[in-house]
């Protein structure tokens, strides 16, 4: 049984989501590769093509690109970052980032819903990163996102799933994928995320603070994928209280 | 025979006034932090917090945070790698005129001063451009002393324009502007403003700024906020420390800068932070002297504070100095400096404003960073 992540029509064997902006450009290929990503997010603004320490010219070219619209504090800002990532031959994906607050950089739902839309409609593989609030996730599926992303705690807090409850319900609830993003600190937590069927993990802090990158990238990827067995294998119930071995009904005969 | 001075709460002409509470907000809190009543438990407790309050803030740029600077520094370097991670980014300074009206007594631009003067003509200031693009760099910060006569907002504006066309980012460091006139620059290509207000302390403030635009204090107080409304999308703040009392004044850069931050969440917050070198072998030890050792704990009381915050590391210090708080507090270098007028292509115009420390170029710099095992950032914005 081949077990894919599917995203837009586009099948990915990897679930583990690599954020590339805040460890050295030398190593994004060893970190994708021990991490086996097949997606690696990187900020548009930060490419500097034809100059001095272009990203672009770091990642591997056999993984997708998923540029993200980082800086833009408002839809008309985001599609115009997305349309520049376009022109510069970073395909079809884009995570949408809107933000209106440098403090604790959460995503504006509302802007990020309206800038869904407009790439959708342009031919995008749109990620929104968002707030993760069922109303909103609905909202975004009607304007075409291939999938949500929502954040788990703040960017960069390593504070692991503090929205778990949230997610939950978009799990049960959205059709699309949903991307963990933002927050996640920990290989544990991670695959938290993934035994409670998130479809994908998006890391960058975490793997990027590490004493050795690489091979938290691979804790990661291992954890993510055990997360994902453990979701498939289907979770014994877990209760607080002794169950007794014998049934309590099995005195019924007919 | 004594000069009357003017007040410097007192506007000028042209200067417009906006409505804000900042200014008062800020000087009450100032007024209100004793750091002698600081004890080293309240450092303690400051330090196991993820947020800080005014107090904790306080607490840490008071001397008895003296004894945990190794600590707060430990704590910093998670601050900053979690927001930045090991990205360090890039500029160089371009002075395009040194002429100026004030009269303030610490700065080598002083109207009083017989220092060569000059300005660029675009012609030179494309030349200029150039050869900074050419090191790679693609951010830069655009200064001007304060003369609105022999460089006023249009000259400024042609120069915004040209530096645009070579670099993502451009900031300018020019004197304070009413906000129709930051939106001019805004739409000329500009999205940073730098203004420091060197001191927050009145008295100080008004005895050291004697003449000129920049003895408005309140007006010079409200320029971030004037550029937000401008439509700018970054602004920085910084006090000259050691001009007063550095503890107040960089507790008063911090609020400052939260206020800003808080009225308008999307803005950008940068930190600067020059010093008044202490005289060496100055037999009278002033508390208030600024070594590297006071203006480590500034800087890593505003990271603190501000973890998101991005934080420049200047020149004026030494290469060791700097090499060492990259990544750890700075997030932001600059390279290849030069303060004269020009300079980088050409002869300069114009003589500088003050010495540098450290003149590598971008290449040494780029590399000083890499040997560190962090990452050198050049372009970082677009403009949109």
């Known amino acids: ?254 | 025979m004594a000069v009357k001075r003017t007040d410097p709460l007192a506007y000028q002409p042209g200067m417009a006034i906006i409505t804000s509470e900042i200014l008062d907000k800020v000087l009450k809190n100032v007024d209100n932090y004793d750091y002698s009543k600081i004890s080293a438990r309240d450092v303690e407790e400051a330090l196991k917090k993820d947020h800080l309050s005014m107090k904790d803030y306080g607490a840490l740029l008071s001397p008895a945070a003296t004894p945990y600077l190794e600590e707060m520094a430990k704590k910093a370097v998670i601050e900053t790698r979690r927001h930045f991670g090991n990205s360090i980014g890039l500029f160089t300074p371009l002075y395009i005129a040194n002429y100026c009206e004030n009269n303030c007594v610490y700065c080598g631009f002083n109207c009083k001063n017989k220092i060569r003067r000059g300005k660029l003509s675009l012609a030179e200031m494309e030349r200029e451009l150039e050869a900074i693009a050419k090191t790679g760099l693609k951010e830069i910060l655009i200064l001007t002393g304060e003369s609105r006569h022999h460089s006023g907002v249009e000259y400024i504006g042609a120069a915004v324009k040209l530096a645009a066309e070579y670099f993502a980012t451009v900031g300018i460091e020019i004197y304070p502007l009413n906000a129709d006139e930051y939106a001019y620059l805004k739409k000329c290509g500009a999205d940073f403003v730098s203004v420091y207000q060197e001191t927050y302390n009145l008295d100080k403030y008004q005895q050291v700024h004697l003449s000129g635009p920049k003895r408005v204090f309140p007006y010079r107080f409200d320029s971030q906020e004037r550029a937000l409304m401008g439509g700018m999308r970054g602004v920085s703040f910084g006090a000259l420390l050691g001009l007063g009392d550095f503890r107040k004044d960089a507790f008063a850069t911090g609020l400052h800068a939260s206020f800003i931050q808080q009225k308008y969440p999307h803005a950008e917050i940068g930190f600067s932070t020059p010093r008044l070198r202490p005289f060496i072998n100055n037999a009278d030890n002033n508390p208030n002297d600024v070594h590297e050792q006071q203006l480590l704990q500034v800087m890593l009381a505003y990271r603190l504070l501000m973890p998101f915050a991005g934080i420049t590391i200047s020149t004026r210090e030494r290469a060791g100095f700097r090499d060492h708080v990259i990544g750890m507090v700075a997030t932001k270098i600059s390279a290849g400096v030069r303060v004269g007028v020009g300079g980088h292509e050409q002869e300069e115009k114009g003589d500088e404003q003050f010495e540098i420390s450290d003149p590598r170029s971008v290449s040494e710099v780029h590399q000083m960073i890499l040997n560190r095992g962090l990452q050198p950032v050049y372009r970082d914005y677009i403009r949109v």
């Not at chain 1, 990503?37 to 900020?43: G, S």
């Not at chain 1, 990642?59 to 993200?68: E, G």
């Not at chain 1, 968002?130 to 909202?139: E, F, G």
């Not at chain 1, 959205?174 to 998006?202: F, H, L, N, T, Y």
Request: hydrophobic content about 45%; proline content about 6%; aromatic content about 6%.
């Open chain 1, 1 to 254: 049984m081949t077990d894919q992540l599917v995203i837009g029509g586009h099948p990915f064997n990897s679930r583990f989501i690599l954020g590339s902006g805040k460890f050295s450009l030398e190593i994004v290929k060893a970190v994708v590769e021990n991490g086996g990503a097949e997606i690696v997010t990187l900020a548009l603004r930060r490419a500097n093509q034809g100059g001095e320490e272009n990203i672009l010219d770091y990642i591997p070219p056999n993984v997708t690109l998923l540029p993200n619209t980082s800086g833009a504090r408002t839809a008309e800002e985001a599609v115009k970052i997305a349309r520049l990532a376009r022109e510069i031959n970073c395909g079809n994906f884009i995570k949408v980032e809107v933000i209106k607050d440098s403090k604790y950089l959460f995503p504006d739902n509302y802007e990020t819903i309206k800038a869904t839309e407009i790439l959708a409609r342009d031919g995008f593989v749109v990620m929104p990163y968002m707030y993760p609030d069922l109303n909103v996730a609905r909202d975004l599926v009607s304007a075409g996102a291939a999938a949500v992303m929502p954040l788990a705690s703040p960017i960069g807090s390593n504070k692991g799933l503090s929205t778990r409850d949230f997610i939950e319900i978009l799990v049960n609830e959205i059709p699309v994928p949903i991307i963990v993003d933002a927050g996640i600190g920990r290989p544990s937590q991670a695959c938290e995320a993934m035994e409670m069927g998130v479809d994908a993990v998006m890391c960058n802090t975490a793997v990027a603070t590490a004493k050795n990158i690489p091979l938290m990238a691979r804790a990661f990827g291992q954890a993510i994928e055990s997360g994902r067995n453990a979701y498939l294998a289907g979770l014994g119930r877990v209760l607080n209280q002794a169950e007794a071995s014998s049934p309590l009904t099995g005195f019924l005969e007919d």
